[in-house]
């Protein structure tokens, strides 16, 4: 069976690409068994150089990268050039400071010396999703690679292209063959990759449902995993807060990567004081966003990245309104050729309709009225997810509370959620387990042993 790249904008097949064989896969196993062997000892200086060589690389071809991203999956070309940048902020950012983040640390006790060494643990499979394809993997091979792991890719099967765009650069910067290949396989293949007694632990950003296959999985198997899954995020707005910041943010939150984005504000719950003026406003901003073609520079809603997507965001929809929401603006799949939906605002959403329930990965926001902190907090924690908050407030007293209260691996006040190599990014409950990005991330994929020395 073919894996196929389409044009979410047009809905054009642009290439089909074979699977990788059974053979294929194991030539490619093998291969990084081999590359470990040697890469685990190489110094932390030599792996930097390569980090910012293949940095240097995603800076100068920006344009092209971005380019095949916005023809694969859709993304505003714009924000695609943004994402390649992220990622070689992040090849960088490793490059200087992992070696500091993995150094004997000294623990002590009544030992002469006893300290905990982090070490790698080999092959490493990463699961990696469409919607941001440059940053997800990078976010991952960074850390890994330069803790001296090797890295296993199984893209999400609409972006083969971006997959093996990043095998290449990886080997243009000059990493050995070997330390990074992508397998062209489908999802069904990937758990006889997990099994294999060579690969020894899994990454996945995904959906819940890959998450707890993968997690099932490596559980079987006793084998490290860490899940990046979904998110239903809250945004709240409270009377002390600076209401232009809290829209222009808000709409943006809610509309970035044409909403299909794990961490896009989705659920905002707004005090009942500021309620009609934030709703008329955030209406009048949406109604306005312009749907086009993700290439031309003016567009700021994009194509999403399949007919099955946009189907299944528009049938969430049909159904919250059928159960009694309200649809103040969108609500539509725009005719034509491409995977377009119209920007959509919904209020009067029931608890138990999917615009609550479930993560909707389209531009659709739910608002709710909520009477004060405490009735935020609490409709902000009744969900499954908890990955991250993004909560408005110039109240010193509330925004203690909402940190402390809100049930999220991520709470962001007086800004917008976003993943920050500086700081540790994951979730909580269904949201999944373990962290990426920052001292915490680049640790996970490590054996933190303990050294003691009488």
Known sequence: MAIASINPATGEKLKDFTPHDA?????RL???????????????????????????????????FARIITM????????????????????????????????????????????VRYQPLGPVLAIMPWNFPFWQVFRFAAPSLMAGNVGLLKHAANVPQCALAIEDIFRRAGFPEGIFQTLLIESSEAEKVIVDLRV???????????????????????????????????????????????????????????????????????????????????????RALKVGDPLEETTEIG??????IRDGVHEQVQK???????????????????????P???????????????????????????????DAIEMANDHVYGLGASVWTNDKREQELFASELESGMVFINGMVASDPRLPFGGVKKS??????????????TNQKTIWIS
């Open 320 to 342: 919250t309104i059928g159960m009694g929401g309200k649809c103040l603006t969108g609500g539509n799949k725009i005719a034509g050729p491409g995977f377009f939906y119209e």
């Open 344 to 374: 959509t605002v919904l209020v009067d959403v029931p608890k138990d309709s999917p615009a609550f329930r479930e993560e909707v990965f389209g531009p659709v926001a739910s608002i709710f009225r909520v009477r004060d902190e405490t």
């Open 200 to 286: 020894k632990a899994v990454t996945l950003t995904g959906s819940e449902k890959a998450g707890s296959a993968v997690a099932s999985v490596a559980g079987r198997e006793i084998k490290k995993a860490v899940l990046e899954l979904g998110g239903s995020d809250a945004f709240i707005v409270m009377p002390s807060a600076d209401m232009e910041n809290a829209l222009t943010t808000g709409v943006k939150a809610r509309m970035i990567n044409t909403g299909q984005s794990c961490i896009a504000a989705k659920r905002f719950f707004v005090s009942d004081k500021i309620y009609n003026d934030y709703l008329r406003q955030f209406v009048e901003r949406v």
């Open 72 to 115: 694969e999956m859709g993304k505003l070309l714009r924000d695609a050039i943004a994402e390649i940048e992220k990622c070689a902020s992040g090849c960088r950012f490793y490059a200087e400071n992992a070696e500091r983040f993995l150094e004997d640390e000294t623990v002590q006790t009544q030992a002469a010396r006893s300290f």
């Open 432 to 445: 999944g387990f373990g962290r990426e990005l920052s001292a915490v991330g680049i640790r996970e994929f």
């Open 23 to 27: 053979p294929e896969i194991e030539r």
């Open 303 to 308: 194509p999403l990245s399949s007919e099955q």
């Open 30 to 64: 093998q291969c990084a068994v081999d590359a470990f062997a040697k890469w685990r000892g190489e110094p932390f200086q030599k792996r930097s150089l390569l980090m910012i060589t293949m940095a240097s690389l995603l800076e100068q071809e920006k344009e092209k």
